[in-house]
């Protein structure tokens, strides 16, 4: 079925197309959820608070074709609530080797990389792993942050400038 004939269901109440609208993405929502909360359990719990939200307030979305990125703004929205809430700190240990795998061939690498993006503020933190762990495109983030555009591309190189010296690279822009 197809996405806006869905979004219109659920916000008339149907439960099951709103399911059926969230399993669709489900890989995508769990990969967001993960990079915020480093943790599986952490990541759905977080969904799970999404998806009582999204069904609590789903009338309220005005554009059908946004679903998506208003889902995945609650979705980043309740794992920054839930972060500070519990002002949690993430212990190495608790970074599933999986997740390593999916993006280093070398566990060591990711290890050696998120030291140094953990000495990166946290709004440039953010764009970087939306951007190259998730491969989002700037108007996603863009969309997803609620930030401007130009607000993304400017965290990013930032980032990615002090990332670069960090590693004892050259950076070119």
């Given at each position: ?170 950076y070119i822009e």
């Amino acid at each position: 079925m197809e996405t806006l004939d869905l979004v219109k269901k659920a916000k008339n109440g149907d439960k099951e197309a709103l399911l059926g609208l969230i399993m669709d993405k489900k890989a995508d929502f769990y990969k967001l959820a993960f990079v915020y909360m480093k943790n599986e359990e952490d990541a759905m719990d977080a969904l799970q608070d999404m998806i009582v939200i999204l069904y609590e307030n789903i009338s309220s979305l005005k554009k059908n074709e946004s679903f998506y990125s208003w889902s995945k703004t609650i979705l980043v929205n309740t794992c920054k609530t839930k972060l500070k809430k519990n002002k949690k700190i993430i212990f190495i240990e608790e970074i599933k080797e999986e997740v390593a795998e999916d993006y280093f061939e070398n566990p060591v690498d990711k290890f050696v990389l998120d030291k140094y993006l953990s000495t990166l503020s946290l709004k440039h933190q953010e764009v970087i792993k939306l951007r190259y762990y998730l491969d989002y495109d700037y108007e996603t983030i863009s969309k997803v942050l609620k930030i401007p555009l130009g607000t993304v591309k400017s965290r990013l190189n930032a980032g990615m400038k002090i990332l670069k010296e960090a590693l004892g690279g050259e950076y070119i822009e």
